[in-house]
T-cell receptor, first 113, second 117 residues
Framework: EPEVTQTPSHQVTQMGQEVILRCVPI?????FYWYRQILGQKVEFLVS????????KSEIFDDQFSVERPDGSNFTLKIRSTKLEDSAMYFC???????????FGPGTRLTVT | AQTVTQSQPEMSVQEAETVTLSCTYD???????LFWYKQPPSRQMILVIR??????QNATENRFSVNFQKAAKSFSLKISDSQLGDTAMYFC??????????????FGQGTTLQVKP
């Protein structure tokens, strides 16, 4: 069965550094999402992406965040200048249409020191 | 704004028994969708069951069923004949319906379920 994959599984970075989290959604899916979960807290929506543009973003998704689908297969989340509070598990998800089941990746654990 | 609340951080159940996980939500929307997702240890989150708010009949998927009380804004998950493989974190989630829907899921805090042999 097709799966959403994410790399790396764990990323450690220093405060102020740029990080790129990568996701490979299921190939025929059209809608893409990033969520994050700070340890011990709820999963939070960051951004939705469709037709090569952001369709919705949360308050968390400020100017330090960006998303891109550079080559039709990868879906990336970039944090330009990481902060300690960006430490979290980041999940990518994709679906074929909006009301379809969202398939989640295994997550990337980002640790900012 | 919509919120989802799961008031049980942890629960346990004996294998083969039945357990119910609670979820309440707050919304001013009339049409929406509700979901239960399961996240086994170190694995992907997967969809367990979904409910359309306009359907009065409670959704059922094999051993999993929901008790959807729209007026009370309650959406509990019942797991019958619990199995060791049901051990996971369970998330309740909300999605609004309509032309402005982007597929955004709003999650509760999660409930960790331990099934004991």
């Amino acid at each position: 069965e097709p799966e959403v994959t994410q790399t790396p599984s764990h990323q450690v970075t220093q405060m102020g550094q740029e990080v790129i989290l990568r996701c490979v959604p299921i190939s025929n899916h059209l809608y893409f999402y990033w969520y994050r979960q700070i340890l011990g807290q709820k999963v939070e929506f960051l951004v939705s992406f469709y037709n090569n543009e952001i369709s919705e973003k949360s308050e968390i998704f400020d100017d330090q965040f960006s998303v891109e689908r550079p080559d039709g297969s990868n879906f990336t989340l970039k944090i330009r200048s990481t902060k300690l509070e960006d430490s979290a598990m980041y999940f990518c998800a994709s679906c074929l249409f909006i009301l379809a089941e969202q398939y989640f990746g295994p997550g990337t654990r980002l640790t900012v020191t | 704004a919509q919120t989802v609340t799961q008031s049980q951080p942890e629960m346990s159940v004996q294998e083969a028994e039945t357990v119910t996980l609670s979820c309440t939500y707050d919304t001013s929307e009339n049409n929406y969708y509700l979901f239960w997702y399961k996240q086994p240890p170190s694995r992907q989150m997967i969809l367990v069951i979904r409910q359309e708010a306009y359907k009065q009949q409670n959704a059922t998927e094999n051993r999993f069923s929901v008790n959807f009380q729209k007026a009370a804004k309650s959406f509990s998950l019942k797991i019958s004949d619990s199995q060791l493989g049901d051990t996971a974190m369970y998330f309740c989630a909300f999605m609004k319906h309509g032309s402005s829907n982007t597929g955004k899921l709003i999650f509760g805090q999660g409930t960790t379920l331990q099934v004991k042999p």
